[in-house]
């Protein structure tokens, strides 16, 4: 298993810009979330997609939006960006219901 | 909505001390139980799981047992080493999607 990857690694933005993030699951982990942890803090649920389809949402307004492929990869956007963006975001994925989550190590973006 | 409350830290410990990290919950339904540890400029990595009441989850010396009566999920370890210093994290997983996370407890082990 080759785990969840995530890159960039490390991201410096400056506000109003827009972003893209991106994480590539397992192979068969048909669903995947997306998280963002602010310092400090637990990771808070942004989205989720399952087989391409978005299937749940949190607390996040609309300029945090997503992509699912079909090659187990998944993309976060984040337009308008603000300096509360700023936090880790953790992709995670699994493979069903039965099993628990893999999280990925994360982007840190930091919003200037 | 489901929420997890955590045991506030930073914890202190000698190695070889007993840990415990309190978690309690409020969930509607019967959500499964989770705890991740956090390592320094490092993801989540899930630590121990359990899925109804009474499941006992355990992994590298920790346990946790899933109390629907007193709805908590408590972290134990018997002996801490150095190598457990790390930023835990208690979650449920509701409507079968959605983690929901405690604020985490920072535990640092001194040798």
């Known amino acids: 298993e080759t785990g969840v990857t995530q890159s960039p690694t490390h991201l410096i933005k400056t506000r109003g810009q827009q972003v893209t993030l991106r994480c590539s699951s397992q192979?068969?982990?048909?669903?995947v979330s997306w998280y963002q942890q602010a310092l400090g803090q637990g990771p808070q649920f942004i989205f989720q997609y399952y087989r391409e389809e978005e299937n749940g949402r949190g607390n996040f307004p609309p300029r945090f939006s997503g992509l699912q492929f079909p090659n187990y990869s998944s993309e976060l956007n984040v337009n308008a960006l603000e300096l509360d963006d700023s936090a880790l975001y953790l992709c995670?994925?699994?493979?069903?219901?039965?099993?628990?989550?893999?999280f990925g190590s994360g982007t840190r973006l930091t919003v200037v | 909505g489901d929420s997890v409350t955590q045991m506030e830290g930073p914890v202190t410990l000698s190695e070889e001390a007993f840990l415990t990290i309190n978690c309690t919950y409020t969930?509607?339904?019967?959500?499964?139980l989770f705890w991740y540890v956090q390592y320094p400029g490092e993801g989540l990595q899930l630590l121990l799981k359990?899925?109804?009441?009474?499941d006992k989850g355990s992994n590298k010396g920790f346990e946790a047992t899933y109390r629907k009566e007193t709805t908590s999920f408590h972290l134990e370890k018997g002996s801490v080493q150095v190598s457990d210093s790390a930023v835990y994290f208690c979650?449920?997983?509701?409507?079968?999607?959605?983690?929901?996370f405690g604020a985490g407890t920072t535990v640092t082990v001194r040798a």
């Open positions: 979650a449920l997983l509701s409507n079968d999607y959605k983690l929901s």
């Open positions: 359990a899925t109804k009441a009474d």
């Open positions: 192979s068969g982990h048909n669903t």
């Open positions: 969930a509607t339904g019967y959500p499964s």
């Open positions: 995670a994925s699994r493979l069903d219901s039965r099993r628990g989550y893999t």
